[in-house]
């Protein structure tokens, strides 16, 4: 690190010293790597908050009959479950990812705008708090879904207006996150770097910043309307006043549409970054990755009514976002070719990563097939609202996100701690998630379609066969990622002791110019910028 | 250091563009209500749910030959203190007769109370075909403490409804207003 800090000494404040001492450093950092860390850890330990909440519900869904909680506090599991997974743990992930890759990526010396990074970083810890410290309020945590479709919604205790709050911090720390990326990728990219030989994952991660600046204002102006219904006199949704409860539903799916796409984006490119490493080829069709990314953005606002097709809409609107949601599955279809025509004929390893990201495109297929039944407008109706939609999700987010946010723990671990993780753990690790994430979650496309509805606590007994299953499935899955932290505080502290290169992984210089970087990287990298500029992706 | 100068320029700039963005797509969530309404009358012609008025007294030629079963519903919204009940649960009717149906309601509390009926009729492509020429729904009713009164409904079934309509569901829930017609 000191020879970092005697090479520059600039003006900027934070560039000529190394951290801060103590732990005041994680406080007031405005450093890249540093917020990357901060999101990272965090993101995990909202992972395993979330996934606690997962074990309260499987448990529950263990047998027939109430056994644990009661019904409305297994409501609030399964609504702060899916919040706190989505907005502290899989969003904040990405952004943590995005914070520590992209400036090393494109060759940038930190964000284009370090004092806002630090902040987005402390409003969605505040966010989060906030939310979870409704679980301790005077009528219980909210339990109306992660949706929070009225009237159920306003029925909600005094938990309500700090569920709105904790929303709108996320919200705002979501924007100047999003904002801040933008930036970078347009202000700071190093000499050379076109947009066009940028990795997939900051071309994937510049259209979800677009997309996040487009819906999170309008989530937020959703859930005021919420808030001026309930203690305001409005009447935006109140049937009693003129409004009408299906407005809410149309203004929600605009922004949860996308909102889906926010979390799958960047997964497709780190998995587009992962694959030709370890397939030793260039990715295939590159450019037409990137397109296929901007058209799913694009076709990601139109679509939206898919969620409702049972709410009695015109028979031409049935048709038009039957249609529209079709179109989706090509730029999606696309995707999916490219990254087995990378795979195709390469001299392919399959160290952990590797495996994850080959998981990810087996089973993330598998929920855009769903995905795409569901889009069936007539067909929907009897799997809306059931466990097969439950399934469709999960499977779109837990072996597709989660597993691609495991393969880039497992991939740049080495290149962040300057240490190898446990190989052979790893692999355990994933055969053990591959494994029981089909136990947990395929049993529930059977649930769904002999009609077993979601958000209920108790069911009627010709569902527990499958339900068992399904929650044996959870727990196996459940403690297997007790392996991964393991694995990543092992890691930190030394993991094998074999001293990794540069690059890490065989040729991977040629992939991204993160590995020309030492490893550990030093705490500030490209205060001048690279020369060479790696286009083997492309 | 003129292309740190540049780079802050550049990034001022593009960050007012982008929270511009983000106040203007605050606004669009807001703009998404008037533009809700506009897509229901024009585009789909399809009456939004909420407080309906009332259609005009059309005669039309009574369709003898039909029979269709009118069902009658009552809901209160949220345990508010009320009794509402229909008198009538069920009618045969023939398109395109006149009928009058008798609900009634009571206020429970020792209190004034004000309350909104808002009705809904399913299947939802039924809807535009029945029409309602008197209603309590039309406006809001206020009960004083302890009252209760016989709220008819006077309707009509347009005679070109299409023949696969057999039964039609009446439903009315009421809101109590109590607190929001205080304000
Ligand atoms: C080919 C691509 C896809 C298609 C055609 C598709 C279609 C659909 C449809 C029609 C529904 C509504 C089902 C219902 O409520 O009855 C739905 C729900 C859902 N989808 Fe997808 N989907 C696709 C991909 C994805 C992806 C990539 C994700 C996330 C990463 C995702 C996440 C969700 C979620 C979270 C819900 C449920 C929301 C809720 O009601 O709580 N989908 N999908
Ligand atoms: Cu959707």
Not at chain 1, 63 to 83: D, I, K, R, Y
Not at chain 1, 297 to 323: D, K, N
Not at chain 2, 131 to 159: D, H, I, S, Y
Request: aromatic fraction near 14%; hydrophobic fraction near 50%; include cysteine.
């Amino acid at each position: 690190m000191s020879a970092v800090v005697a090479e520059h000494d600039d003006h900027h404040d934070d560039h000529d010293h190394g951290p801060a001492k103590g732990l005041l450093r994680w406080v007031i950092t405005t450093n890249h790597k540093d917020i990357g860390t901060l999101y990272l850890v965090f993101s995990l330990a909202m992972f395993f908050v979330g996934g606690g909440m997962a074990m309260i519900i499987r448990a529950e869904l263990f047998e027939p009959g109430l056994q644990f909680v009661q019904p409305q506090f297994f409501n609030s599991m399964t609504t702060m479950h899916a919040l706190v997974m989505v907005f502290g743990a899989v969003m904040p992930a990405f952004v943590g990812l995005a914070n520590w890759m992209i400036p090393m990526m494109i060759g940038a010396p930190d964000m284009a705008l370090p004092r806002m990074n630090n902040m987005s970083f402390w409003l969605l810890v505040a966010g989060v708090s906030l939310l979870a410290s409704t679980l301790f309020m005077e009528g219980g945590a909210p339990a109306g879904g992660w949706t929070m479709y009225p009237p159920l919604m306003l029925q909600t205790g005094k938990a309500l207006p700090f569920a709105i709050f904790a929303v709108h911090l996320l919200g705002l720390s979501s924007i100047m996150g999003a904002i801040n990326i933008i930036a970078t990728i347009f202000n700071m990219r190093a000499p050379g770097m076109t947009l066009m030989k940028m990795p997939l994952f900051v071309w994937t991660w510049l259209i979800t910043g677009f997309l996040l600046i487009a819906i999170m204002p309008v989530f937020a102006g959703a859930v005021t309307m919420l808030l001026t219904d309930k203690y305001f006199g409005t009447s935006f949704f109140d049937a009693a006043g003129g409004g009408d409860p299906v407005l809410y539903q149309h203004i929600f799916w605009f922004f949860g549409h996308p909102e889906v796409y926010v979390m799958i984006l960047p997964t497709f490119g780190v998995a587009s970054t992962i694959i030709p490493v370890f397939a030793r080829k260039p990715l295939f069709g590159y450019s037409s990755m990137v397109y296929a990314t901007a058209s799913i953005a694009f076709l990601s606002f139109v679509v939206w009514a898919h969620h409702m097709f049972t709410v009695g809409m015109p028979i031409a609107g049935e048709l038009y976002f039957m249609y529209a949601t079709m179109l989706i599955a090509i730029p999606t279809g696309v995707k999916v070719f490219n990254w087995t025509a990378t795979m195709w004929k390469g001299s392919m390893t399959f160290e952990t990563p590797m495996l994850f990201s080959i998981a990810f495109v087996v089973l993330f297929t598998m929920g855009g097939f769903t995905g795409l039944m569901m889009s069936i407008a007539p067909s929907d109706f009897q799997y809306h609202d059931t466990y097969f939609i439950v399934a469709h999700f999960h499977y779109t987010l837990v072996p597709a996100s989660i597993f691609i946010l495991m393969a880039a723990g497992y991939y740049w671990l080495p290149k962040w701690t300057g240490h190898m993780y446990n190989e052979k753990i790893g692999q355990l690790h994933f055969w053990l998630s591959a494994v029981s994430v089909n136990i947990l979650f395929f049993p529930q496309h059977f649930l769904g379609l002999a009609g077993m509805p979601r958000r209920i606590p108790d069911y009627a007994v010709q569902f527990a066969d499958w339900n068992m299953i399904s929650s044996i499935g959870g727990f196996i899955f459940g403690a297997s990622q007790l392996l991964f932290l393991y694995i990543v505080i092992d890691t930190i502290r030394g993991g094998t002791g074999e001293k990794v290169t540069d690059e890490v992984w065989e040729d991977a210089h040629k992939h991204g110019l993160e590995w020309t970087l030492p490893s550990p990287p030093p705490y500030h990298t490209f205060t001048t910028p690279p020369t060479v500029i790696p286009t083997e992706h492309i | 250091m003129n292309k740190d100068i540049d780079t802050k320029q550049k990034n001022t700039r593009l960050v007012r563009t982008l929270v511009l963005v983000a106040v203007g797509m605050f606004g669009f969530g807001y703009a998404l209500v008037p533009l809700y309404d506009v897509m229901c009358d024009v585009v789909f012609k399809k009456e939004k749910p909420g407080i309906p008025v009332a259609a005009e007294e059309v005669s039309y030629k009574a369709d003898k030959n039909r029979e269709i079963t009118v069902e009658f519903m009552t809901t209160v919204n949220q345990a508010a203190p009320m009794e509402f009940r229909s008198e009538t649960k069920k009618l045969k009717i023939h398109p395109g007769e006149y009928y009058t149906v008798n609900f009634y309601a009571e206020n429970k509390t020792d209190k004034e109370m004000a309350a909104q009926a808002i009705p809904s009729i399913s299947p939802g492509p039924a809807a535009e075909y029945f029409k309602k020429t008197e209603c309590f729904c039309f406006t809001e009713q206020t009960f004083k403490a302890r009252e209760g009164r016989t709220l008819p409904v006077r309707f009509v079934v347009n005679p070109e409804i299409p023949e696969q309509y057999k039964t039609i569901t009446l439903a009315y829930t009421f809101f109590d207003n109590t607190e929001k017609s205080v304000k």
